[in-house]
Nanobody, 115 residues
Framework: QVQLVESGGGLVQPGGSLRLSCVSSGNIFSLSSMGWYRQAPGKQRELVAVTSSDGNTHYSDSVKGRFTVSRDNAKNTVYLQMNSLKPEDTAAYYC?????????WGQGTQVTVSS
């Protein structure tokens, strides 16, 4: 059974940084596409960044140049480094795993950007 656990959220001032982590159980992490999504109150969940099993990355236009997604297959962990945070980045952030027909979500971690 694959489970995802996020950590690293919190309250940060505009312009600050946070690093989110997502640890996966099981043995398919290195073969999986790993993504970060976010959902603000009253809005739909949206893709933030994704890293494929071969290390390719993709970012939404809203975070390109500010956020960096990376993965450590030895630790079954995917990271989201968030710099130059803005109030509009405030949301619950979710980790996502896709492997063939299997899709898993983490429970989410809250990021609040406010002065």
């Amino acid at each position: 059974q694959v489970q995802l656990v996020e950590s690293g959220g919190g309250l940060v001032q505009p312009g600050g940084s946070l690093r989110l982590s997502c640890v996966s159980s099981g043995n398919i992490f290195s073969l999986s596409s790993m993504g970060w999504y976010r959902q603000a109150p009253g809005k739909q969940r949206e893709l933030v960044a994704v890293t494929s099993s071969d290390g390719n990355t993709h970012y939404s236009d809203s975070v390109k140049g500010r956020f960096t997604v990376s993965r450590d297959n030895a630790k079954n962990t995917v990271y989201l480094q968030m710099n130059s945070l803005k109030p509009e980045d405030t949301a619950a952030y979710y980790c996502n795993l896709i492997f063939q027909g299997l899709v898993r979500w983490g429970q989410g971690t809250q990021v609040t950007v406010s002065s």
